[in-house]
């Protein structure tokens, strides 16, 4: 059900436009020198909220990256929150009273951090490794420090509790995340919004990271040019002006949400430039820069160029080394199988109702401890040697 911005990939002819040459890509790449964590930490000093557009959630090298900068003692003391875009917002104080708890080994918090996380989400269950991995990265740093230092994280997704859910009730949250009056990017905004007005500043000034998938954190308002569609980033940016900064991932455009069908930005030139510089981790601002300059697609004859989505990129780990985790360990035992069940119920009401609850419901309750307790990283063989050949051609 959660689609990330389908609307958005339908609307937008992605890269079929930008010409940008792959010398003047790859001379850019060696102009510039800083790290990804160094240049996301500068970012902080003359700005107060950095949205970070992560690739596909079901990535796992990013958050090496995401914790990295987390875990960083400048951070700690300067920023100490950090919000994503998965987890329903009413889950937040919870999550911060599990993270920030002292427990007797670390056995006993993940079986805390099991139960919170059977209910972050209004899917059945959230299957992707990268919250999971984030959520344990944040307790290992806050470990090692004092109460009152410790990270503090916050969720943006829409408010939401299984406890009591009927399928009544799931198809008028469903009817309302899908209000155009009411987008689901316009409530996370808004969830943030709250959140941070909330903090407690650090040093004087309240600072926050944000994460978000890409087709979210941008900024992207389709308004003035006859359409309906604003993203979290454009409804922040709108409202905090110059103190926001939004920086992304190198990633893969993908065709929908759940689809495979991978494509290289910039028809693999933007790769092959990483390639030929060692594909040395960097960050930096792309405003009048080739990387800035590459169409990102049209709309209604007008067109879009990076710079006007985000204001930096972070390249960090070739296409071809992602890792795309699914499966949470441990999450379905026997006693959370039937709370499961009754949620996929629920939520796939019409495609169970075609093929009849006794001939599906066996099939799922196998299907589903299978499918979420089992770690697993997607294999994409194919897909990548493809990828890897359309990067080559740029490469002599």
Not at 31 to 54: A, R, W
Request: hydrophobic letters at 35%.
């Amino acid at each position: 059900m959660k689609k990330t911005l389908t609307l958005l990939l339908v609307l937008l002819v992605v890269n079929l436009f930008g010409q940008t040459k792959v010398v003047e890509l790859t001379d850019c790449l060696k102009e510039h020198s800083k790290h990804p964590k160094e240049y996301v930490l500068n970012l902080f000093k003359t700005h107060d909220i950095v949205i970070i557009g992560e690739r596909d959630h079901r990535d796992t090298t990013q958050y090496d990256l995401l914790l990295e900068i987390i875990g960083d003692q400048r951070f700690i003391e300067n920023v100490g929150h950090v919000y994503t875009e998965v987890g329903c917002t009413n889950k937040t104080g919870r999550a911060n009273r599990i993270l920030k708890s002292t427990y007797e080994n670390d056995s006993l918090f993940e079986e805390k951090l099991i139960e919170l996380y059977r209910n972050l989400d209004f899917n059945p269950l959230w299957e992707k490794y990268n919250l999971y991995k984030y959520l344990k990265g944040i307790y290992a740093i806050n470990k090692n420090l004092r109460y009152d230092n410790r990270i503090t994280i916050g969720f943006t997704d829409l408010a939401f509790d299984w406890e009591g859910m009927d399928r009544k009730k799931y198809a008028a949250f469903e009817k309302k995340m899908n209000a155009q009056s009411q987008t689901r990017d316009s409530i996370m905004a808004a969830n943030f919004m709250r959140l941070y007005a909330n903090q407690i500043a650090q040093t004087g000034k309240r600072k926050a990271l944000l994460i978000q998938s890409f087709p979210h954190a941008i900024n992207l308002n389709l308004t003035p040019l006859g359409g309906k569609y604003r993203t979290t980033g454009n409804y922040i940016v709108e409202e905090y002006g110059e103190q926001v900064k939004i920086v992304a991932f190198n990633k893969l455009n993908y065709g929908s949400y759940n689809s495979d069908n991978y494509s290289l930005i910039n028809k693999g030139r933007w790769d092959a430039a990483f390639e030929k510089t060692n594909c040395t981790p960097i960050g930096f601002d792309i405003l009048d820069q080739p990387f800035g300059k590459t169409t990102y697609g049209r709309y209604r004859g007008s067109e879009i160029k990076y710079e006007e989505l985000v204001d930096g990129i972070l390249f960090y780990t070739p296409f071809y080394n992602f890792k795309r985790v699914v499966g949470i360990p441990n999450v379905v035992d026997k006693s959370f199988s039937n709370e499961l069940m009754r949620r996929t119920i629920i939520s796939q009401e019409k495609f169970i109702n075609r093929l009849g609850l006794r001939i599906i419901k066996p099939f799922y309750k196998k299907k589903n401890a299978r499918y979420y307790s089992n770690v697993r990283t997607l294999q994409f063989k194919e897909d990548n040697e493809m990828l890897v050949e359309q990067m080559k051609q740029w490469m002599e």
